[in-house]
């Protein structure tokens, strides 16, 4: 599949989701949203909101901690599948900020030597992987996910509530919709049509790495994806620029929002953070990455 062909596919995915839990919060199916939905005695809730909400109340509550456990195994089985195909919020971000930073990128490949169209000198290669450094670098945060979701949890216990849950971009784009399907078919305006949208977007557009570096979710999601060995991307390396000609192409990691570094290891994300978006294989001008079953 072709990058336009893959990003359409997952942003098709992404809105059926949501058109689906809208469909049923008009019909009053009680579906729910994606960070807490179910049909009758069938319900699941996003898993950092359960880990938060036991904290609070100090309960494990067995009935969620079997769900819990159950998308844990999902997400070991196939990784961080959530992040890439379901969440709404790349779709949100693609409305806001992406061709922001897709027009980024492309000044930055544009001021770069291209190998990987013709032969090039040492200096040349070297200048590139200089000047494509400089965009890994503006990817850098001190922050770490993990400590996000630390002081996640940590606010949840002392507080006594899920304190994230009220800021969550996840949650916040599904109780706008509620809101605006409120107001359409019981003409209740209500002031989360404004506050809502308006930290959704100062989230998104101020801190433009949430996914890759703030999102707690994907921080607590990427510690169950250690254990994924499936649909791990692979590198041919006898088909890799790189690695069969020598020549300096960095486009798969570049092309990865979470800057990992499937040749080397040197990006500043790890594979548990992969999220199958398939960016990096879409870019690759040699088509030599995979993602096997196993």
Same mark, same amino acid.
Request: aromatic share 6%; proline share 5%; net charge positive.
């Given at each position: 599949m072709n990058r336009h062909r893959t990003r359409t596919? +997952?942003?098709?995915?992404?809105? =059926? @989701?949501?058109?689906?839990?809208?469909? $049923?919060? @008009?019909? %009053? =199916?009680?579906?729910?949203?994606?960070s807490a939905f179910g049909v009758e005695n069938i319900a699941a809730i996003c898993p950092l909101g359960y880990l938060e909400t036991a904290l609070a109340g100090r309960?494990?509550?067995?009935?969620?901690?079997? @769900?819990?456990? !159950?998308?844990? $195994?999902?997400t070991a089985l196939l990784g961080r599948v959530f992040c890439g195909w379901i969440c709404p919020i790349?779709?949100? *971000?693609?409305?806001? @900020? %992406? *061709?922001?930073?897709? $027009?980024?990128?492309?000044?930055? %490949?544009?001021?770069c030597p291209d190998e990987a169209e013709q032969p090039v000198l040492k200096e040349t290669a070297a200048a590139k992987a200089s000047c494509l450094q400089k965009g890994f670098?503006?990817?850098?945060?001190?922050?770490?996910?993990?400590?996000?979701?630390?002081?996640?949890?940590?606010?949840? =216990?002392?507080?006594?509530?899920?304190?994230?849950?009220?800021?969550?971009?996840?949650?916040? !784009?599904?109780?706008?919709?509620? =809101?605006?399907? +409120?107001?359409?078919?019981? #003409?209740?305006?209500?002031?989360?049509l404004i506050v809502f949208p308006m930290i959704v977007i100062v989230e998104l557009v101020l801190l433009k790495k949430w996914c890759s570096k703030w999102c707690p979710v994907g921080a607590l999601l990427s510690l169950f994806s250690k254990f994924n060995r499936s649909l791990v991307p692979t590198v041919d390396r006898s088909r890799c620029l790189e690695e069969g000609q020598g020549s300096q192409c960095q486009r798969c990691r570049s092309a990865c929002s979470f800057d990992v570094d499937l040749k #080397?290891?040197? $990006?500043?994300?790890?594979?548990?953070?992969?999220?199958?978006? *398939?960016?990096?294989?879409?870019?690759?001008?040699?088509?030599?990455?995979r993602f096997p079953w196993r």
């Amino acid at each position: 599949m072709n990058r336009h062909r893959t990003r359409t596919l +997952r942003l098709a995915t992404m809105a =059926a @989701v949501v058109i689906m839990l809208v469909i $049923g919060a @008009v019909r %009053n =199916a009680g579906t729910g949203s994606i960070s807490a939905f179910g049909v009758e005695n069938i319900a699941a809730i996003c898993p950092l909101g359960y880990l938060e909400t036991a904290l609070a109340g100090r309960d494990i509550m067995p009935q969620l901690l079997i @769900v819990f456990l !159950v998308i844990a $195994g999902l997400t070991a089985l196939l990784g961080r599948v959530f992040c890439g195909w379901i969440c709404p919020i790349p779709l949100v *971000r693609k409305l806001l @900020v %992406n *061709r922001i930073d897709e $027009g980024q990128q492309a000044a930055i %490949n544009s001021s770069c030597p291209d190998e990987a169209e013709q032969p090039v000198l040492k200096e040349t290669a070297a200048a590139k992987a200089s000047c494509l450094q400089k965009g890994f670098d503006a990817k850098k945060n001190s922050t770490s996910g993990l400590m996000i979701l630390g002081v996640t949890l940590g606010s949840a =216990a002392i507080c006594g509530f899920p304190v994230f849950c009220l800021i969550c971009p996840l949650g916040l !784009v599904f109780a706008t919709l509620f =809101a605006l399907i +409120r107001l359409i078919h019981f #003409n209740e305006p209500t002031m989360d049509l404004i506050v809502f949208p308006m930290i959704v977007i100062v989230e998104l557009v101020l801190l433009k790495k949430w996914c890759s570096k703030w999102c707690p979710v994907g921080a607590l999601l990427s510690l169950f994806s250690k254990f994924n060995r499936s649909l791990v991307p692979t590198v041919d390396r006898s088909r890799c620029l790189e690695e069969g000609q020598g020549s300096q192409c960095q486009r798969c990691r570049s092309a990865c929002s979470f800057d990992v570094d499937l040749k #080397n290891g040197k $990006g500043t994300g790890g594979i548990s953070e992969c999220t199958k978006c *398939r960016e990096c294989a879409d870019t690759c001008p040699v088509q030599a990455i995979r993602f096997p079953w196993r």
